[in-house]
């Protein structure tokens, strides 16, 4: 036949997985099929004669073909596809689809590698705990017509002999730095953002090679810029001799001779192979930390499992990037609009490619250079490298004048020899990506290896060679350069030349740069940019890469959250055209369209809750009760489909990884919605506010002002509409659930998952670290209490007897809370100019202790809050209740509280704090089970430690002495026993106050984040982990979630503390109002007691009930007259006590409130004595109409006793003393029958005399009386009553037996309530 088995076997090993075969092996898949499809059983027989027709066996079987049983994972199917060439449809029916179902899965995915892996997957899903890699690879053998790779399969799966590693270099390098049970992408997010506790402070130099990756990857999420090239790397370490003479013969021999006995690795290579261990997630932060220390990118590398070339596109299409300075709105990496110019090198030449890379990304104004990729400046850069060979980072090249680019320019740096170290598939993709190649070679290289050069110039349309070395015009190089002439017009390429050398001198750096720039400018001017994302949407593109081991749980979450995108794009534009607003763009106020129930209603929900924390009458409690019903109802009863979708979607992921995909696709999809227009609207908001100030500096008139200002609101309320992202949906989500939850429902009724699988999916998200919990919602200041706890109680479930403590930051707005958190800690809370953060928020990270003992908790929770004084919420009638509450909410949740201050300034933060501080001690008393063990440390950011800690030392002393008297005050106040501010919360003057330096360091497009301001912040996390250690006990989630809520609670229903700017306005407010109050009460006693002097006077002296009614109208007249006066007279008393008072320049703003107050509190005088009056007159009334009606009683008693006296007389002597009483008796009695007090209804009289005393606590008597109109008899009912049962006649029960009855059960009900709360 030509060919022997194992010659095959080599053939098939090497084809390409990814579609692209000879044509040998197409031509004899036709044939091949029909023999094997009519011959199934006998496929064995017809090798000789396959192998005949094509000179190539088809799908010949493994070598081995045991395999191991167990189940197939998700990260094996990528794998396995890659493995696997033609014959979708023959394969899909040996599994057991349809053609139908093969036909979708076509459809639904591009290339042949994600077709067969989608093939799979679903295969997977259907035969469960039955897909296992043997039953799967005896059917694979089965398959007619079907090209599959087995030595690849086998080296990987196979169970027989060794386990052959796809690369020796990588092995051996995952080995050493203990990562070999990490590889491929196995750390994830919750291991990269564990925190560690150290008994010691980390050393950077650290010399044990097996946490050097580690070491990087913490240096990195802290922004440590130069952590990539200071990172260990040494295996041994040469042992200190003492002297720095060198006796070289003792050096050679101590030295290590292989990296197996010792030296060092190149950190490039740690960088890279950490990279590869990393999950797309984790790869994402490295990304974006590497970009904001300006450091080159990782983008492409070998497949160690393929021939293939891995892209790493997740991490870019995250990734934000700004053009210039005054960029208001950045784009994402890959998808902005680029040209693309790749460096690569031939050989070894003298001059640095990646030199001459940061030379043309400095700024030569300034001088300004910066290692934004690896080059012989930095430390090991001479070291050997493995795994970083054949791989490509970029950077971006901002438009400049000095660098001549119109537009953002993508830097490719191929790191190798592209001659040695890229195969193919990895050239013809950078061919597709880049728009040009910048060559480095020697000339005398380029003489020798031309030959071997050619492949590679022919590729490329546009090739820019530069030479260094001397050039001279003899023969040789005369025809190299004839030879590359011809190569260029025999492939069309367009090659030039740079010569690094003039004659016998080598050219400078910056001239060198200056011409590569020219000639860049000169070829690429006037074309339009493509995205890279256009780049790779190429169909040669597609099929040379692979991206991530995860790619179907990718591709099945890009599909989910497409189809979510597409709802929310339908709902609102449906739901705009029934309001008749214009469609400007698909996500405009999808807040309101998307959302009613958290945008909407829950405005209305915590307006509702706020005022039934402080109500104080039953009627209006019941009747906010019930509107809180209502709105609850309307909450469930208005879910949009958009979010039903968004739920159901979520909760239906099948792995974790797929999950965390689908809300990071949809978060992108948002996004790019946004950029469509967003920088529009910004542009011209921009616009606007430049001719609202040439207005006024052209003294245009009030109208024309005015008009202005309304059509920069328009376009901020176009923004903020326009403002929609996953965030809103998970807060919809969760107001949603908090309202099933109080209505006692579950939310599969309207076809929703199950409140606990919500629960439990939302609380899987926030242990892994890929979602905020929202404490509280901004707009509202609402937190969903039910939900929050109804999460937290899960996580506590699932974390099983696991402990927090919780670290918060406070500080006013733009004062960098949320950037320290992101450095401090790798998270990624929303950072920006203005007002980024919009609430609370919080992350979990796990706690790992790095020393012998136990600690005391193992989460550590982060607490992101909204900055105090926001300039967005400033008016003329700002009030400081916002501030004060969040303050106090978050002060008061956090173990630990950072207080953050730009500068050296405190004077706003000390104004809060004294707030705080009042509030705190309120609370505490209010409710013990909040804790009491509070730290606090002050931050001041953009100050240099050395410069300021002596000086600012006398003024913290100062800061904590004014807190010590406010702390005296507030805590006489609340009758505490506090006296000092480290009483409430705990600070060190020394260890508790840390000074940060500024965060950026040089020019724009260099700009990184400063090293000093790294130092700072881990050194601040030491500080802050120490403090933590020192705390007893952590707190269960189930306690904080208690603890939030509880808190939350009382901020709400504190309406006085919150309403000032600090406590010297609380002292200055009480004491004025203090002596008011004083001065009104003598002035109340005086009117009273004239007024009602007055009328006891005149009522004596009626005797009719007709001149009790004249009286009554005087006594108004009078009384009205007495008020006036008594209003004109404390309207001048306040004026009085304004003036004296040394609080009058605080006082002043309040004076308007007093009168207010002064003028309302005449009207309750005023009301009060009427009803005294009226109370008066008819109690006269009452005595009239008593005197005449017994003096009437009388007179008729006494004339039918005349009467029956004259009767009785008439008889004579014959009556006896008998039938005289029996007579008078029936007379008696029929008059003591007519009582005057039986249409008194004494029953009501008493309740509502209950109710007046006790209007003050009409909560206990909602909880003891609850509503009942009869007593209720109880056991030891007149312990609490001055009365007894020998008081009252049980023989024949009437009214007031009732009505004592009825007192004494009440009395009894308020003693036991008392008793027991």
Not at 816 to 821: F, Y
Not at 909 to 926: F, G, P, S, T
Request: with cysteine.
């Amino acid at each position: 036949m030509g060919v022997d088995l194992q010659t095959y076997r080599g053939r098939i090993g090497s084809f390409n997985s990814a579609g692209i075969h000879n044509a040998s092996v197409k031509g004899s898949s036709v044939l091949g099929d029909i023999f094997l499809m009519s011959l199934m059983t006998g496929s064995l027989s017809f090798i000789g004669l396959l192998l005949f027709m094509a000179g190539i066996e088809i799908n010949p079987g493994p070598l081995t073909g045991k395999w191991p049983d167990s189940i197939i994972s998700q990260r094996d199917i990528v794998a396995i596809a890659a493995c696997i060439g033609e014959g979708l449809l023959t394969l899909g029916l040996a599994l057991g689809f349809s053609k139908a179902q093969i036909e979708q899965i076509k459809m639904d995915n591009r290339t042949s590698i994600e077709q067969v892996a989608s093939l799979l997957y679903k295969w997977r899903e259907k035969e469960r705990n039955k897909a296992s890699f043997e039953k799967l690879f005896t059917l694979l053998q089965d398959v007619p017509g079907l090209t599959v790779n087995w030595e690849k399969l086998e080296e990987t799966y196979s169970l027989v002999g060794h386990h052959p590693f796809f690369n020796e270099e990588l092995k051996k390098l995952l080995l050493q730095l203990d990562l070999t049970n990490k590889f491929p992408e196995k750390i994830s997010v919750v291991e990269a953002l564990a925190v560690d506790i150290h008994n010691k402070q980390e050393s950077s130099n650290e010399e044990n090679l097996k946490k050097a990756p580690w070491i990087l990857l913490k240096s990195l999420l802290s922004a440590v810029y130069y952590a990539r090239d200071t990172v260990p790397n040494q295996l041994t370490k040469l042992e200190d001799t003492g002297t720095l003479v060198v006796d070289l013969e003792h050096f050679y021999d101590a030295a290590p001779q292989t990296t197996e006995e010792g030296g060092s690795i190149s950190r490039l290579d740690i960088l890279w192979t950490l990279f590869h261990c990393c999950d797309p997630f984790v790869k994402q932060i490295i990304v974006r930390k590497l970009y904001i220390c300006n450091l080159a990118v990782p983008f492409l590398s070998k497949d160690y499992r393929s021939n293939l070339v891995k892209a790493f596109i997740w991490p870019l299409r995250h990734l934000s990037l700004s053009f210039d300075e005054s960029s208001t709105f950045s784009e994402h990496a890959f998808d902005i609009s680029t040209h693309v110019v790749a460096f690569g090198r031939l050989g070894r030449p003298t001059l640095s490619k990646s030199c001459i890379l940061n030379e043309i990304l400095s700024d030569e104004k300034t001088k300004t250079k910066f290692p934004v990729f690896y080059d012989y400046s930095c430390e090991s850069q001479h070291e050997t490298r493995s795994v970083s060979k054949g791989t490509v980072d970029l950077f971006w090249l901002h438009p400049r004048p000095e660098n001549y680019m119109e537009i953002m320019t993508t830097l490719f740096n191929m790191r190798g020899n592209l001659a040695e170290d890229f195969n193919a598939s990895f050239l013809n993709l950078t061919k597709n990506l880049a728009d040009i190649l910048v060559v480095f070679t020697d000339i005398d290289d380029l003489k020798r290896s031309i030959k071997s050069y050619e492949h590679i110039l022919k590729r490329f349309q546009f090739v820019v060679v530069v030479m260094s070395g001397l050039v001279f015009r003899d023969r040789d190089t005369l025809q190299v350069l004839k030879y590359i002439n011809e190569i260029s017009k025999e492939s069309s390429s367009d090659i030039k030349f740079i010569q690094t050398n003039k004659g016998h001198d080598v050219s400078k750096t910056g001239e060198i740069v200056e011409n590569i720039l020219m000639v860049l400018k000169e070829h690429l001017r006037g074309k339009k940019g493509d995205s890279l994302h256009e780049r790779f949407d190429r169909k040669t593109s597609q099929d040379l890469l692979v991206e991530t081991i995860f790619q179907a749980e990718s591709n099945n979450a890009e599909r989910a959250a497409d189809n979510v995108l597409q709802e929310i794009i339908q709902e609102t534009t449906a739901w705009k055209y029934d309001k008749n607003i214009s469609i400007k763009d698909d996500l405009d106020h999808c807040r309101h369209s998307i959302t009613p129930c958290s945008s909407i209603y829950s405005s209305e929900l915590s307006k509702l809750i706020r005022a039934l924390e402080v109500s104080q009458s039953s009627d209006e409690s019941e009747k906010i009760q019930d509107q809180i019903l209502g709105v609850r109802i309307k909450q469930t009863q208005n879910i949009t489909e958009s979010v039903a979708s968004f739920v159901q979607n979520l909760c239906e992921c099948k792995t974790n990884v797929e999950r965390h995909f689908y809300i990071n696709w949809l978060k992108h999809g948002m996004e790019k919605k946004m950029r469509k227009r967003m920088p529009h609207l910004q542009l011209m908001k921009e616009n606007e506010e430049k001719v609202l100030k040439q207005l006024r500096l052209n003294n245009a008139t009030e109208h024309e002002i005015k008009q202005q200002e309304l059509t920069i609101t328009d376009i901020e309320k176009q923004i903020e509409n326009l403002t929609f992202g996953v965030e809103f949906l998970f807060r919809e989500t969760a107001h949603i659930c908090d309202s099933f939850i109080y209505l006692t429902e579950d939310t599969e009724q309207i076809n929703l998952p199950s409140l606990e699988k919500i629960t439990n999916t939302y609380a899987d998200l926030v242990i892994q670290g890929q979602v905020h919990l929202e404490l509280i919602d901004s707009d509202n200041f609402y937190m969903p209490t039910l939900w929050i706890r109804n999460v937290l109680a899960s996580i506590n479930a699932k974390l099983i007897n696991s402990k927090l403590i919780t670290v918060s930051v406070l500080g006013l707005q733009s004062s960098g809370k949320s950037t320290l958190l992101n450095t401090m800690f790798g998270v990624h809370f929303s950072v920006s100019s203005g007002r980024c953060t919009r609430g609370i928020y919080a992350q979990l990270l796990p706690m790992r202790c790095k020393f012998t003992g136990i600690s005391p908790f193992n989460y550590l929770m982060v607490v992101d809050s909204e900055g105090l004084r926001s300039s967005d919420l400033l008016t003329v009638l700002y009030s400081y209740n916002r501030d004060n509450e969040m303050a106090t909410f978050v002060t008061g949740l956090g173990n630990i509280s950072i207080m953050n201050i730009m500068g050296e300034h405190i004077s706003d933060l000390k104004d809060i704090l004294q707030i705080v501080i009042n509030a705190l001690l309120r609370l505490y008393e209010a409710n013990n089970a909040l804790p009491k063990d509070q730290r606090c440390f002050l931050v001041h950011h953009n100050v240099s430690e050395h410069a300021a800690k002596k000086k600012m030392s006398a003024g913290i002393k100062r800061f904590v002495e004014c807190l010590d008297v406010v702390t005296e005050e507030a805590a006489i106040q609340e009758g505490s026993l506090s006296k000092r501010f480290t009483d409430v919360i705990q600070f060190d003057h020394d260890s508790s106050v840390q000074y940060i330096p500024c965060l950026w360091q040089g020019v724009y497009h260099l700009k990184h984040v400063n090293t000093e301001y790294s130092s700072a912040i881990i050194k601040l996390k030491h500080c802050l982990m120490n403090s933590a250690m020192n705390i007893d006990s952590g707190k269960s989630f189930t306690d904080f979630g208690i603890q939030a809520v509880d808190l939350w609670k009382g901020v709400i229903s504190e309406n006085f503390v919150f309403s000032f700017r600090n406590r010297l306005e609380i002292k200055a407010y009480c004491t004025i109002f203090e002596q008011i109050n004083r001065a009104l009460w003598r002035e109340e006693m005086s009117v009273r007691k004239k007024v009602l002097t007055c009328s006891q006077g005149s009522l004596s002296q009626c005797k009719l009930e007709t001149n009790v009614e004249d009286e009554r109208n005087k006594l108004r007249y009078e009384t009205s007259n007495a008020i006036e006066q008594f209003t004109e007279s404390a309207l001048t008393m306040c004026e009085k006590i304004f003036g004296e008072s040394e609080y009058k320049d605080i006082a002043f703003k309040w004076k308007c409130d007093i009168h207010l107050y002064i003028k309302k509190r005449s009207d309750e005088i005023h009301s009060s004595l009427v009803k005294e009056l009226n109370n008066s007159c008819e109690i006269k009334k009452f005595e009239l109409s008593t005197l005449k009606l017994m003096k009437d009683k009388r007179t008729l008693l006494k004339s039918e006793a005349t009467k029956l006296a004259k009767t009785l007389r008439k008889k004579g002597n014959g009556i006896d003393r008998k039938t005289i009483d029996s007579s008078f008796n029936k007379i008696w009695k029929r008059y003591k029958n007519e009582n005057v007090c039986d249409k008194i209804d004494f029953h009501e009289l008493t309740k509502l005399h209950v109710l007046e005393k006790f209007k003050n606590d009409i909560k206990i008597l909602q909880k003891v009386i609850k509503h009942t109109t009869e007593p209720t008899t109880l056991r030891n009912s007149f312990a609490s009553s001055p009365f007894c049962r020998t008081d009252i006649n049980t023989d024949e029960p009437n009214e007031a037996k009732q009505i004592i009855l009825y007192i004494c059960a009440l009395t009894d009900r308020v003693h036991l309530w008392d008793k027991n709360h």
